[in-house]
């Protein structure tokens, strides 16, 4: 019995989420209401409640079940145990790319992060929660590509610092524009291509070299 509980508490969780992602996608995160979201699903504010504290931490939990299992294929290129990090990168880069572009889940919560969420102050908590995932991103990003440095498979003097920031601009650039204009290019066709020229300008720009 116990066992069910919990597994019906579940469901209904993502019940919840599943109406948010498609109110946030379709309202955008200012005009939505937490009513909005119990009508869509056909419950009360109350089961909204029971689940989250408010609409900020509903919207948190509906990223970070996005998000979660990304950062932890994001992380992999970054383990000292990994004897290949740049094609494990690479790996995940064009899986990323592609998944955007084929999963609806990940299409439509991309989407409101870009597009649907106001970044004009109103919510401070949520706007701190992006630029803290931003940091955690480009610092996961600079970690990987060290351990490639360490590993031999990228040059010594490389900037990983700067290199990372630009990886971060350049994919979420990408993604930005193709979410925002689905119609205009083929993510899924890019992503390798794309991927394979950042790995090249790692390896060849002298733009990305330390200083001495």
Known sequence: ???????????????LLDAAEDVFYTKGYAQTTLMDVAN???????AIYW???????????MVERVRTPLDAL???PADDNEFDPLNKMREFSIK???DVFHDEQKRRVFTILFHRFEMNGSVP???????????ECTDRI????????????????LDTKKAALIKHGYFAGLMNNWLF???AFSLDEMAESVVDNYIFMLKQSPFLRVKK
């Open 96 to 98: 990323f790319l592609k």
């Open 40 to 46: 869509h699903c056909g419950m009360t504010r109350g």
């Open 125 to 135: 908590e949520l706007e701190l929660r992006q630029q803290q995932a931003f940091c």
């Open 74 to 76: 994001a992380e992999e």
């Open 142 to 157: 600079e970690r990987g590509l060290k351990n490639a440095v360490n590993k031999g498979q990228l040059p010594k003097d």
């Open 51 to 61: 689940h989250f504290k408010n609409k900020v931490d509903l919207f948190e939990a």
């Open 1 to 15: 019995m116990v066992r069910k509980t919990k597994e019906e508490t579940l469901a209904t969780r993502n019940q």
């Open 181 to 183: 204009m689905p119609e």
